[in-house]
């Protein structure tokens, strides 16, 4: 008997406590929450077709008419390449192209970048300081005035 309930529990403790220990199982889902049935795969398919349509037409938006290699521009098209070289690239369509020119462009680039941010950065911080000072000296300045006036009061007082 007792040989029948130790085994028993070594069976139990292998088939449910064991594999917990080594494989522990995720917290139970949210009583909310609702199990989505599984796609079957002409969905799956469908699916796939979508996204990478989204996926080429971002690319197609972010490549820009210059980088297309089988574009055959109008004139209309040409005029509006004109006026678009006259403005100047933002930086994120400037990383952009230099990010598809490879590792050789993209380096002055990101350098590009980050100098403009520091030079920012430095010129916050100047102006910030050049303020702080202004205002430091607006303070002693009023100090100065209390203390001259305390001193003018005092003097006319004894007097």
Sequence with gaps: ?????????????????LKEIAFPSSLPDPPNTQILPKLTLHQKYLVLKHASRLYIASWTRDIGPDLRPHDHTTNSATEDREEKEGMEMSSWEELAVAARGGMETLRPALQRVYMMRASAYRDGLKAFVEGYQDGIKEVMEGRERSESEKKGNGENKTL
């Design 1 to 17: 008997m007792k040989l029948r309930i130790v085994s028993r529990k070594i069976y139990n403790y292998i088939r449910y406590d």
